[in-house]
């Protein structure tokens, strides 16, 4: 989800919550030229033959999509940003642009590790999902059965927590929780303390009777898939999603670790509202609606696995995908853990410093990942989203992906 200070809390959807008023900064573009992964590139998985640039793709689709990442930067002011793009018979496209570290002017590059923010949601609704398909817990069970002291707790249902409409506060928006998280970014929470910042508002809303992104909700869903795992929720994810899905780069951090190499990541989400590099901040905060690490060629092969449903039956799968409609969103429903909008299937993530869009679209067998290092706002608009729509109105001008504004 996006901030979760005033009214955008109510408007702000797909991506992790982050947290406080935003105040605009100088840009952050550096001059740096374009990484383009070539064939025989050590970067490139030989398991993936088309993860190389533009391979196949028309020359001048090619040229179009190098302008608008390019123009987009620019107006934006995104140190640096990698994507790709795949469609089998057609081709593929991979570029990185600008820099991963403005420090040291280090390039961005299509390997680099990044923090995924509220694609983490896709994980552990996944983890949860394939404990559904064993028959170890049902979705309209009350979260009371598995956690105790939530508000009204005997009727808000792990489905309702998952398609976020079961009306909990989130705790991303509680003025005590920023004020913590921002006065000493790298400390470290648990999950009982992200609830205790929710359960002290009422909720806002009866089961069921509306919709309202919560990073509540999902941190709820984290302990449900330990309780009946009989594991912490980052070794379960290990052993039952990311192994499987063979997602060698894709991580549950315990702390504030990350892995090499990774992009510096920068934000305005500060208590002065001065950039500030959050490479090192804890993302444990986030836990289970956004703590997780990923690269670009790993979100590559998640995009289908999750939006088809490689790891469910067919069964879970139909129920995943049962797209509540969203108000004041064009042709986009939320499902469980999941999300859909103008054909595009997956899920985003935003966290102060990183932002992503993983998305498959059926209908073309095609795969979009974005992986930004800012999150921060441009006219009211996460920099992801504009990326996404300027990159999807060149290859699939009738699915074109777009999220409202924050206003």
Not at 121 to 150: C, M, N
Request: glycine share 10%.
């Amino acid at each position: 989800m996006r901030r979760a200070s005033g009214c955008r809390l109510a408007t702000a959807l797909f991506a992790l919550s982050a947290l406080v008023p935003l105040t605009l900064a100088g840009p952050l573009a550096q001059a740096a030229p374009p990484t383009i992964v070539v064939a025989g590139d050590p970067r490139v998985d030989a398991s993936d033959p088309g993860d190389h640039a533009s391979h196949g793709l028309d020359p001048a689709i090619v040229a179009r999509l190098d302008e608008v990442i390019a123009q987009t930067r620019r107006e934006t002011g995104v140190p640096g940003v990698t994507v790709g793009l795949w469609w089998p018979g057609r081709g593929s496209y991979v570029r990185s642009t600008g820099v991963a570290d403005i420090a040291t002017g280090a390039p961005m590059t299509p390997d680099l590790n990044m923090r995924i923010g509220s694609e983490t949601k896709t994980f552990t609704v996944t983890a949860l999902l394939e404990l559904v398909d064993e028959g170890r817990l049902w979705l309209d069970d009350p979260i009371s059965v598995y956690v105790d002291g939530v508000p009204d707790g005997d009727h808000i249902t792990l489905r309702q927590l998952a398609e976020m409409r079961c009306g909990l506060f989130s705790y991303t928006a509680d003025p005590d929780f920023v004020q913590a998280l921002l006065s000493d970014p790298t400390r470290a929470f648990t999950p009982q303390e992200l609830l205790g910042y929710a359960f002290r508002h009422p909720n806002v809303f009866a089961p069921g009777s509306a919709f309202q992104y919560s990073n509540t909700n999902t941190v709820l869903l984290g302990l449900v898939v330990e309780k009946v795992g009989r594991m912490p929720l980052a070794e379960f994810i290990h052993r039952r999603v990311t192994g499987p899905a063979h997602l060698r780069h894709t991580l549950f951090p315990c702390g504030a670790e990350f892995p090499a190499p990774h992009a510096h990541g920068y934000t305005d989400q500060t208590l002065t509202g001065e950039v500030a590099d959050t490479t090192d901040w804890n993302p444990s905060w986030g836990w289970a609606a956004g703590a997780m690490i990923s690269d670009l060629h790993d979100l590559r092969r998640w995009a289908k696995v999750v939006a088809t449903g490689t790891l469910l039956s067919p069964v879970v799968q139909e129920q995943r995908e049962k797209f509540v409609p969203v108000p004041g969103f064009d042709d986009a429903g939320y499902g469980l853990g999941l999300f859909r909008v103008r054909g595009w299937v997956g899920h985003n993530g935003s966290l102060p410093g990183y932002e992503s869009v993983t998305m498959y679209l059926p209908e073309q067998d095609a795969t979009m990942v974005i992986l930004l290092n800012t999150d921060i706002l441009h006219d009211g608009n996460e920099p992801s989203t504009l990326f996404a729509k300027a990159i999807t109105s060149v290859v699939t001008p009738e699915n074109v992906y777009d999220l409202p504004a924050e206003r």
